[in-house]
């Protein structure tokens, strides 16, 4: 059974940084584009960050560049979202999500994990 | 990213069809997926590949896609149908998603 697992969100100040992880199994994750979307509080799903299925190419929404860095590590089967000088409008629910790059499907989401960004 | 449109909301009586458009030129090119989302849960996919179900996903749910549009059809639609449902396509360079629509079952 295909499964995505985020870990890593909480309460963090302003300006500080927070590492999410996801954690991926069920899946040839090694053929896997993997992304980061947010839903802020009452608010739609929002795309944040995208990483090649060899960690080869990374995008970002214009909004995070410069703050935020996805990775991910193949051999251990897991994508990460480095996030730096935090802004209380990153406080969202921050899920990861992937597809199989060669089939062009086979999509897959985690249940997300909560950041709260607030003094 | 690009864009992708949908209504922001649609509303239909419990037995009846719901239908989503979603257009964008993305999907020319690539799959159409569609997530569901209840108050207070994670996004579930109902679709992807334009038009297949994950296992789990019941058939009153299904879709299709041509060209620049895409639409998900709900078939003799339940209370617990009422939800956000959200069309997406891989790009390029990201994700496209669009803004969701909210599914009210009168």
């Known amino acids: 059974q295909v499964q995505l697992v985020e870990s890593g969100g909480g309460v963090v100040q302003p300006g500080r940084s927070l590492r999410l992880s996801c954690a991926a199994s069920?899946?040839?994750?090694?053929?896997?584009?993997m992304h980061w979307v947010r839903q802020a509080p009452g608010k739609g799903l929002q795309w944040v960050a995208t990483i090649s299925y060899d960690g080869g190419n990374e995008d970002y929404i214009d909004s995070v560049k410069g703050r935020f860095s996805i990775s991910r590590d193949n051999s251990e089967n897991m994508v990460y979202l480095q996030m730096n000088s935090l802004r209380s409008d990153d406080t969202a629910m921050y899920y990861c999500a992937g597809y199989d790059f060669w089939s062009g499907f086979r999509d897959s989401w985690g249940p997300g994990t909560l950041v709260t960004v607030s003094s | 990213s690009y864009e992708l449109t949908q209504p922001s909301s649609v509303s239909v009586s419990p037995g009846q069809t719901a239908r989503i458009a979603c257009t964008g030129t993305i999907l020319a090119n690539r799959y159409a997926r569609w997530l569901q989302q209840k108050p207070g849960q994670a996004p579930v996919l109902l679709i992807h590949r334009d038009n297949e179900r994950p296992s789990g996903i019941p058939d009153r749910f299904s879709a299709s896609s041509s060209g620049t549009t895409a639409t998900l059809t709900i078939s003799g639609v339940h209370l617990e149908d009422e939800a956000d449902y959200y069309c997406y396509s891989s790009a390029d360079n990201g994700l496209s998603l669009g803004a969701g629509t909210k599914l009210t079952v009168l």
């Open positions: 069920g899946l040839t994750f090694g053929s896997y584009v």
